[in-house]
Nanobody, 123 residues
Framework: VQLQASGGGLVQAGGSLRLSCAAS????????MGWFRQAPGKEREFVAG????????SYADSVKGRFTISRDNAKNTVYLQMNSLKPEDTAVYYC?????????????????WGQGTQVTVSS
């Protein structure tokens, strides 16, 4: 299984970025997907999750109204649209796949992880 995250970069506060995560080696349409992030010296935290069909979504309170998770099962890809970015959003962002069809924010429920992509928001 491979999860390839991309789209990170340096952006000014108030700007936007769109992260992508291309999956291979798993039945993507049967997997819940999530985005997590980890800032230096902090625990990895849940950002957003999406169910198999894309109908169910879940967000951390800190990103609600600013971030949108979506998926394209035909392309085996999950996205994270990040708007109104803040310096506190700076972190390495990871995508993850949960082979159980249950949308969850619990990190240890996810079976596979991508390599991470750096997002840096300057003030």
């Amino acid at each position: 299984v491979q999860l390839q995250a991309s789209g990170g970069g340096l952006v000014q506060a108030g700007g936007s970025l769109r992260l992508s995560c291309a999956a291979s080696g798993l039945t993507f349409s049967r997997s819940a997907m999530g985005w997590f992030r980890q800032a230096p010296g902090k625990e990895r935290e849940f950002v957003a999750g999406i169910g198999r069909s894309g109908i169910s979504t879940s967000y951390a309170d800190s990103v609600k109204g600013r971030f949108t998770i979506s998926r394209d099962n035909a392309k085996n890809t999950v996205y994270l649209q990040m708007n109104s970015l803040k310096p506190e959003d700076t972190a390495v962002y990871y995508c993850a796949a949960d082979l159980t069809p249950i949308l969850t924010s619990i990190r240890f429920s996810y079976d596979y992880w991508g390599q991470g992509t750096q997002v840096t928001v300057s003030s």
